[in-house]
């Protein structure tokens, strides 16, 4: 039988963990797959060359795949999303100086109320002519989607009363140190470089703002499925077993070497190890916090593309790009995300397989029992801060509540 | 036309210029990726952008084109998608565009194709560029090496040499590599005689 290889594109964050990992500990050659990694440095550079065929998958923002399908900004390309590389495991990062203002302690706070008193520095702020800047990874993120949630929710307004730009995850830091932007939403290590270049201070992680919050996916185009959908197959068994692997009592050391690597991260193995044993140093110098649940890869059926995800992610776009809700757009987006190729290719794994493919989406208080059809799956709080749910099946009632 | 081109590399913009003024489009602005890019690409106002595929700029760029008052209808990356051939050849020689919608494929192509052909050179002088320094890099450790023989066996420069050939030949490896393990034991071992 001949290895199919699969070029897939990365960007140096933590959380392209799943196929480096499934490539360098032989996971992928278990299940008779190659993968051959290509790191870019902006998530435009990933999707061009998943768009053109330069690679066959890539480790992508959900958005910017439901985006890509939709075609926000350039012709529309069929997109698929068979698994989820990860929740969560982003972290909002203020300038030292904002953090003094804010007053940000040294524990991780109250989304709420760091919410209420950066909302008189906001004010203040925009007042004096110079509004708060902060610096998000790319305009179709979860991370300016989750900065935005929280922004409104504590009532400042993301347009009118601060600025909202973008900068690359590696260059995050730079940004913040340069003093162009007062804070960043971007995910890890690059808070964590922030932190020890003595540049920022961490205040919320993004799983404060939605507990359980799809973050990186794996996006293919939709014809690579339909061509190569055994091989895909092998593809997502190897990355769900090098998940099992990553979540192991005494893996976290080697994965942090690993990942640290030149050729994938070329950070701090520290910050590294740090990230995927869900510790954070908030303060320079400061003992790094435990924080459970900061990235979430496996548990819970953590990799599973639920669709009311891919919904929530719509409802987003519509609210921040002010555009109408169009029923064939809703019906494309949620069809990005494939729980059918993710059953297909854990059929008979003994992984649990949730029985529904959507659900509502920040519903559930107290880790709660979820049909399967195979497995036993228990799903642990998804809430926002809030306290709202989603209901994928009235995104327009969901939006209509907020304004 | 305008065209603007933003590099990380200012030798590749010039190069890119040069061919592009050859092929009589001569109205382009360079870009400063070192400065306000948002200011310079408003103030400029061009038709097409050609930017380095690695431009660590690029997802402030597209954002910047989504809300962009000042290049008021939306931009995608080449007019015509369906030619996945020219779009390939864009994407292997790193050069990614920028095209205001409502431009012919016609006006296009013409432009994407010859930036595909001056990153190529570009790469190519790059390549002869490193091999020129690595060949100097290895005559000066066969210098060194050269040097350090004629002082410890009291031997003239053409015996120096010699030696070296021979060893190389014999071990079946590259004069440079027998050198720079000459000099490499030197500065290890040199106070040892």
């Known amino acids: ?403 | 036309m305008r065209i603007a081109i933003i590099d990380t590399s200012t030798t590749r913009a010039a190069i890119i210029s040069d061919g592009l003024r050859e092929a009589g489009l001569d109205d382009l602005v360079l870009i400063d990726p070192a400065g306000a890019l948002v200011a310079q690409i408003e103030a400029a106002k061009p038709e097409v952008i050609l930017v380095n595929l690695e431009n660590p700029s690029r997802d402030l760029l597209e954002d910047f084109f989504a809300m962009s008052r000042a290049l008021a209808r939306p931009i995608a990356m080449f007019v015509d998608q369906s030619d996945t051939e020219a779009t390939g050849a864009a994407i292997d020689a790193g050069v990614s565009a920028y095209v205001v919608d409502g431009l012919s494929k016609q006006r296009i192509k013409p432009v994407i194709d010859l930036a595909v052909r001056r990153f190529q050179a570009f790469s190519r002088l790059q390549r002869e560029l490193d091999e020129a320094k690595n060949a100097l890099a290895e005559r000066t450790v066969i210098d060194r090496a050269k040097a350090i023989l004629m002082k410890r066996r009291t031997i003239d420069e053409p015996a120096a040499y010699a030696l070296l050939r021979g060893q190389a030949m014999r071990t079946n490896r590259r004069i440079a590599e027998i050198a720079e393990a000459i000099v490499t034991s030197d500065a290890l071992l040199g106070d040892m005689e």
Not at chain 1, 176 to 202: K, M, T
Not at chain 1, 302 to 328: E, I, T, V
Not at chain 1, 381 to 397: L, N, T, V
């Open chain 1, 1 to 403: 039988m001949s290895v199919e290889t699969f070029r897939i594109g990365f960007l140096p964050l933590v959380d392209a963990a799943l196929p480096i990992l499934a490539h360098e500990l032989g996971f992928a050659a278990r299940e008779g797959v190659a993968i051959e990694l290509v790191r870019d440095m902006t998530w435009a550079t990933v999707r061009d060359r998943l768009l053109y065929g330069h690679t066959d998958a890539a480790h992508m923002i959900a958005p910017l795949a439901i985006a890509t399908a939709l075609g926000r900004d350039r012709p529309a390309v069929p997109m698929a999303v068979p698994f989820v590389l990860g929740l969560n495991g982003n972290a909002v990062t203020f300038s030292v100086a904002l953090a003094r203002d804010v007053g940000l302690g040294d524990a991780l706070g109250d989304p709420a109320v760091i919410g209420a008193a950066l909302r008189d520095v906001a004010a203040a702020r925009k007042a004096a002519g110079k509004p708060l800047r902060f610096g998000v990874v790319h305009r179709y993120s979860s991370h300016n989607y989750m900065l935005r949630y929280w922004l409104a929710g504590v009532g400042i307004r993301p347009d009118a009363d601060v600025e909202i730009v973008v900068t690359s995850p590696p260059f995050a830091a730079d940004a913040l140190a340069a003093g162009e932007v007062d804070g960043i939403c971007v995910g890890e290590p690059w808070n964590s470089i922030a932190v020890e270049r003595g540049v920022g201070h961490i205040a919320l992680a993004t799983a404060q703002i939605w507990r359980r919050g799809v973050e990186k996916v794996l996006a293919m185009r939709e014809a690579v499925i339909d061509e190569r959908r055994d091989a895909v197959e092998a593809l997502l068994r190897a990355l769900h077993a090098a998940a099992a692997h990553f979540v192991e009592p005494g893996t976290a050391e080697e994965s942090a070497d690993i990942l640290a690597r030149p050729e994938y991260l070329g950070a701090s193995r520290d910050a590294v190890l740090r990230a995927i044993t869900d510790r954070i140093r908030l303060v320079p110098g400061s003992e790094p916090i435990h924080y459970p649940d900061f990235m979430f890869q496996y548990r819970e059926a953590a990799n599973f593309p639920w669709r009311s995800q891919a919904a929530w992610l719509y409802s987003q776009m519509l609210r921040w790009d002010r555009a109408d809700y169009s029923a064939a757009d809703a019906a494309t987006a949620a069809a990005v995300f494939r729980p059918d190729v993710y059953r297909a290719a854990l059929a008979g794994s003994g992984a649990p397989l949730p029985g529904a493919s959507s659900k509502l989406e920040g519903g559930i208080g107290e880790p709660l029992g979820a049909g399967s059809t195979q497995g036993r799956l228990v799903l642990g709080s998804d809430r926002f801060f809030d306290g709202r749910a989603f209901d994928p099946d009235d995104i327009q009632g969901y939006l209509a509540d907020f304004s």
